[in-house]
């Protein structure tokens, strides 16, 4: 992501790459977040450009994260792609195999976002700047909020996850998957770590 901070790095444990390498134990900065109260479900939306591998990642990740947790079933996580074309294409392979490595299974076929995805939302969490002009586009029918994963990273990172498709000639592939699940790990534990002041 051309970061001089890669915040997530500091999670990781070099013996310990499961889920719970990304688990945050680090309070919470809660300043300025609406406040959902009284609903009994809240509905995560993750939001990417295909939504054919940073996107699902990202709602395993958080589902992974609720589970055995006070917020087990009061947590709906979905994930979509913004960019019609992409509409029922299958998942990456490459992200599949790479994620199930780490005990995330991604499967299933791509979906593009609707005004009725987005309308019923009470969170969108957009991963790269196509998704975020797509929010911005649509904002119109949005009734929750909507934040870039990159908010939760230390100033001066990129806010957005890298591409799976755009990487350097010399970059090594495996190292930029790595790269992508690490900030989606990162960026999703912080995430966890508000969803109780932000359902109520």
């Not at 055995?68 to 992409?86: C, I, P």
């Not at 790479?98 to 979906?111: A, D, K, V, W």
């Not at 909507?146 to 230390?154: A, D, E, N, T």
Request: glycine share 8%; net charge negative; charged share 25%.
């Amino acid at each position: 992501m051309n970061n001089t901070n890669k915040p997530w790095e500091r999670e990781k444990s070099p013996n310990n790459t499961n889920e719970n390498s990304f688990r945050s134990k680090l309070p919470a900065d809660n300043a300025g977040n609406r406040f959902y109260s009284g609903s009994e479900l809240t509905k995560i939306l993750f939001l990417s450009k295909r939504g054919m591998s940073r996107s699902p990642l990202a709602r395993e990740m958080m589902r992974t994260l609720l589970e055995g947790t006070q917020l087990f079933g009061r947590v709906r996580t979905s994930s979509r792609g913004v960019t019609q074309a992409y509409d029922q294409c299958p998942i990456d392979a490459r992200m599949s195999k790479f994620s199930t490595e780490l005990g995330y299974f991604l499967q299933g076929f791509s979906r593009f976002a609707t005004i009725p995805d987005l309308a019923s939302a009470d969170i969108i969490i957009t991963l790269d700047q196509e998704s975020e002009e797509f929010v911005k586009l649509n904002n119109s029918y949005i009734r929750g909020i909507s934040r870039p994963l990159g908010i939760f990273f230390s100033p001066g990172s990129d806010p957005y996850i890298q591409d799976p498709y755009e990487r350097g000639e010399d970059e090594d592939v495996d190292d930029h998957y790595d790269e992508i699940v690490s900030s989606i790990g990162y960026g999703c534990s912080k995430l966890y770590a508000q969803l109780p002041s932000l359902i109520g």
